[in-house]
């Protein structure tokens, strides 16, 4: 059996590498593509600020990029060192889209980001801006192909277990790729992305007007943020990754655990607005419900039931029982292949293959487990309720903020032409809220999809390495230090360019002046108001 | 569904493969490793450190990505090899990742401050990022060439037994050195085409001349070794080259020579060591007369090099020094015959777009890089 401390802390450590990757992947989505529309801007128009404007921007969109590719590396890596038995077991399906990002996305923007930087003096205004827009490209599709890995950690499809190689392989090709979660789950994370690079742009652009700096290129910034943000947060609500949690046993757990629903309710559900999961006793506390509306958001109809969390456990029991039938002809065809009843029993069971490995949790041979230790391992399958509760309230709350900020946004930039200051100093300081909501969005994806690594195939401590407690401590330690300077270089690299703004020579003055457009609007001091031009 | 290519075809294939990906890397990035591990010898002033670091400056991103494809194709083509060869190599793949995470970071940041101070740490930043990647890489070969202390249980849970110091034994060192030795040679050829006539460039063709010397004397005497101190491993039970990917169905022996062996059997796979001499020889040359073909000549080095182990041990990909029946072979640890024939096919629809957009970069970026040029401001 696989050593549980070892799972708990690869587990630690891959939250950690994870949740640092990111902090850089959203903003690489979403300025990347910002970066095309402002140079888009310039191509069209020629007009110089457009130029500055997309270099500016170019340049933060860099600092933040080189994280992002290196701590996407300890990603790829990651799976093998750490989930060694996860690696072989799935490996067939899960490694295919990892390569094919590779192959698809990753090369186009990591050889282009070069030119990106380095080929304005050397290409024609098109080539240049058709170089940005391959980078936004190879960006996006990255995001793609690790989504598509992902949805087929939280729905399995496709895919059978072979006794012969004791791992699952791929059965349908098209299914892991069209996988309704999977699509779902790259439109969400994409806008999501969209969103972060529009709060941020209009943040830097509000304190550069609120400085009285930079105006032309931060008000031109604000008006395509605006806009572009709009769109995205209302995308990034509306196609919320919910609409497949309705398709296995887990991704309905995971909807009962976010929603903290205890027991099913008659259609249509109600949606417990706020109060307090209380795990062991199996209910809410301080719970504030408001009839019907659940029901209609996660299934789309009067009449559609969402499961709760206790008759999902008793689905669960059962399925364990299944579970040791299929693990028992399983070793009987690992010591003969050929016995013919055995491969009848695991053909009416595989599917609950999984379930029996819950019980290794408790027992070396899940054939010899008894009643108690079935009740407690399909009670295992309930996730951290109030933590999935919580981060989708906090995540959707700030996902709903947004789209009233971008209205509003929208409203004084493109419509009235006129910000107030209010409005200004708002935008600034929320700038870090779009990357809490992600990652309380990461947080609610993998820990509501406990205890499964793959969602009802392979139980996530299954999946660890032969590796000792010490060594996974010493990388753990090594990676929070490292990644820990590197983000305070990286957070003082960013305020200093934002500070020192566009066209700023950190080096020897050289070709082409920087700075021109520093402080040469002048705006009489303080005015409740800022005007944009008509 | 009946696939057009047989299990066995694609097996060899997707062998070959990810020995393409490897050469790949080992051609691109290899000589951005050298140049990092050349950095604060060849390049005194900070000037000249710019000179050297722009010359791969905005190809090294990509290049990297080469050792990433590797990594995923090794996960969804070999999936035994990359779950036994990350784990057992677990704190060597920690120190290559913390390199290679200080790299970017190292070329990107180094030149946004003016302090010297700042400067000079990033340099060796940039150094270790190129050093210890290309000795690990080295070194870690060589086990895989004595064979790896892993055991694989009747669930095909694989349990490893050696440390990180275990690694670190005199055949393995020896071939750290000559991968060092070979990526100083790729980046002193590659400043030799890249930068402008110079102090800098004459201190990296003398680097460079040495460095062949050395691959060549490491690289004879690591097949000495592998001769005289009988390295090798043989499948004595039949294998079926269409069966399953279970790598516990076979007999294994330790033998004495077998990773000559194949030599004799397949006299086409002498090209391999074959290009490592001659390409080491032909380097050495151009970096004398500082011509071109010391790049041609590393670059021919490389890939022989590489390849040499891989048909050395063929059909073995990582043998087992503990339990010689659970090594993996080309036949019995790879991917399921659909998930190899899907990925054949994107990987022909893509490498040759990759080599396109890769070769268009180069043509823009075409030509010597002067001084002046590396230290304007749109640069690192």
Redesign the interface.
């Known amino acids: 059996m696989?050593d549980l401390i070892v799972a708990d802390l690869s587990r630690w450590q891959f939250a950690l590498t994870a949740m640092y990757h990111f902090l850089f992947v959203p903003l690489t989505l979403g300025l990347s593509m910002l970066l095309v529309v402002m140079e888009g801007a310039y191509v069209m128009t020629g007009k110089e600020v457009w130029r500055r404007t997309t270099k500016f921007w170019g340049t933060l969109f860099?600092?933040n990029f080189?994280?992002g590719?290196?701590?996407?590396?300890?990603m790829?890596?990651q799976?093998?060192?750490?989930w060694?038995?996860y690696?072989?077991y799935v490996?067939?399906?899960?490694?295919?889209p990892?390569?094919?990002?590779?192959?698809?996305a990753?090369?186009?923007e990591?050889?282009?980001?070069?030119?990106m930087?380095?080929?304005?003096?050397?290409?024609s205004r098109p080539a240049h801006w058709l170089v940005t827009f391959?980078v936004a490209l190879g960006s996006n599709l990255s995001a793609l192909w690790i989504l598509i890995a992902n949805g087929w950690m939280q729905n399995p499809v496709g895919s059978e277990f072979?006794p012969?190689?004791?791992?699952m392989?791929?059965?349908n090709?098209m299914e892991v790729l069209f996988n309704p979660v999977a699509q779902a789950k790259f439109v969400h994370t994409v806008s999501a992305g969209y969103v972060t690079a529009s709060v941020f742009v209009l943040g830097i652009s509000s304190w550069y007007v609120l400085k009285n700096r930079h105006l032309g290129l931060a008000k031109r910034s604000m008006a395509v943020a605006a806009s572009f943000g709009l769109l995205s947060a209302l995308s990034v609500v509306v196609l919320g990754d919910e609409s497949g949690y309705a398709l296995t046993d887990n991704q309905k757990m995971k909807l009962a655990a976010l929603e903290a629903m205890w027991e099913t309710e008659p259609a249509p559900a109600g949606l417990t607005v706020i109060g307090i999961p209380n795990q062991k006793e199996h209910r809410t506390d301080y719970a504030i419900h408001v009839p019907y509306v659940l029901g209609l958001i996660a299934t789309r109809s009067l009449d559609g039931e969402v499961e709760g969390i206790l008759p999902l456990v008793a689905v669960a029991e059962d399925r364990i029982e299944n579970g040791i039938r299929a693990y028992k002809a399983v070793e009987a065809l690992?010591e003969n292949p050929n016995d013919v009843q055995a491969r009848e029993v695991f053909e009416q069971t595989k599917t609950d293959l999984g379930y029996a490995m819950l019980l290794k949790r408790y027992v070396d041979d899940p054939a010899t487990a008894d009643r108690a230790t079935i009740e407690k391992a399909a009670m295992d399958t309930v996730p951290n309720v109030a933590m999935s509760f919580f981060s989708f309230r906090f995540m959707a709350g700030i996902g709903f903020l947004f789209i009233a900020m971008f209205a509003v946004a929208f409203y004084f930039i493109s419509l009235k032409r006129n910000v107030p200051r209010w409005f200004l100093q708002l935008a600034f300081f929320a700038i870090p809220l779009p990357w809490i909501a992600a990652e309380l969005g990461w947080i609610l994806a993998e820990t509501g999809r406990q205890p499964w690594v793959i969602d009802g195939v392979l139980p996530t401590f299954m999946g660890v390495?032969?590796?000792s407690a010490t060594?996974v401590i010493?990388?753990m330690v090594?990676f929070t230090l490292?990644y820990g300077t590197?983000a305070v270089?990286e957070i003082s690299?960013m305020i200093?360019?934002v500070k020192l703004g566009p066209g700023a020579?950190?080096?020897?003055?050289?070709?082409?002046g920087g700075g021109t457009d520093t402080h040469n609007e002048a705006v009489p001091a303080r005015p409740r108001t800022i005007q944009f031009d008509k | 569904m009946e696939l057009p290519l047989d299990y066995a075809t694609l097996k060899v294939l997707w062998w070959g493969l990810v020995g393409v990906l490897l050469i790949g890397y080992a051609l691109t990035d290899g000589y951005d490793l050298g140049v990092a591990s050349l950095l604060p010898f060849v390049a005194k002033t900070d000037k000249e450190r710019r000179l050297v670091i722009n010359s791969i400056?905005?190809?090294?991103?990509?290049h990297?990505?080469w050792?990433?494809?590797g990594?995923?194709?090794?996960?969804?083509?070999w999936?035994?090899v990359?779950?036994?060869?990350?784990?057992g190599f677990?704190?060597a793949?920690?120190v290559v990742?913390?390199a290679?995470?200080?790299?970017?970071?190292g070329?990107?940041?180094r030149?946004?401050?003016?302090s010297a101070t700042w400067r000079t740490s990033w340099d060796w930043a940039l150094f270790v990022g190129g050093f210890v990647p290309a000795l690990i890489f080295g070194v870690a070969l060589g086990n895989v060439l004595q064979g790896v202390p892993f055991n694989i249980d009747?669930?095909?849970?694989?349990?490893?037994s050696g440390g990180l110091l275990g690694l670190l034994n005199p055949f393995a060192l020896l071939c750290g050195l000559a991968s060092v030795a070979m990526l100083v040679v790729h980046g002193a050829s590659w400043l030799v085409v890249k930068i402008e006539h110079g102090p800098v460039m004459n201190r990296a063709a003398r680097f460079g001349q040495i460095a062949a010397l050395l691959v060549i004397a490491f690289y004879a005497l690591a097949g000495v070794w592998l001769a005289m101190a009988g390295m090798g491993y043989r499948i004595v039970t039949e294998m079926d080259p269409q069966g399953?990917?279970?790598p516990l169905r076979k007999e294994v022996v330790v033998e004495a020579g077998a990773w000559l062996s194949n030599y004799g059997k397949y006299p086409w796979m002498i090209l391999a060591p074959l290009l490592g001499f001659v390409g080491s020889a032909m380097a050495f040359v151009g970096l004398k007369n500082k011509t071109p073909l010391s790049l041609i000549g590393s670059g021919l080095a490389a890939t022989g090099i590489v390849a040499s182990v891989g048909t050395s041990m063929f059909p073995f990909i990582l043998p087992s020094s503990i339990n010689p029946n659970a090594s993996l072979t080309v036949w019995d640890s790879s991917?399921?015959h659909?998930?190899l024939f899907?990925?054949l096919i994107?990987?022909v629809i893509?490498?040759p777009l990759?080599l396109a957009?890769?070769a268009w970069?180069y043509k823009?970026?075409w030509g010597r890089l002067t001084t002046e040029e590396a230290?304007?401001?749109?640069?690192y």
């Open positions: 696989p860099g600092i080189v994280l590719v290196a701590t996407g590396i300890t790829e890596f799976f093998g060192m750490n060694s038995y690696s072989h490996g067939d399906i899960f490694g295919a990892l390569a094919i990002e590779g192959l698809m990753f090369f186009l990591a050889t282009l980001v070069g030119l930087f380095f080929g304005w003096d050397k290409l391959l072979n012969d190689t004791m791992r392989e791929v059965t090709f690992n390495s032969s590796l060594q010493m990388t090594g490292l590197l270089i690299l200093r360019a020579r950190i080096l020897p003055k050289g070709i082409g | 400056g905005p190809m090294w991103e990509g990297q990505v050792l990433i494809t990594g995923g194709a090794l996960f969804a083509a999936p035994y990359y779950a036994i060869s990350f784990s677990y704190l793949m920690f990742l913390a290679l995470i200080l790299r970017p970071v070329f990107k940041y030149s946004k401050r003016e009747s669930t095909l849970r694989a349990t490893y399953v990917a279970n991917s399921s659909l998930t899907i990925m994107v990987t893509f490498v990759i957009y890769t970069v823009v970026l230290n304007s401001a749109s640069t």
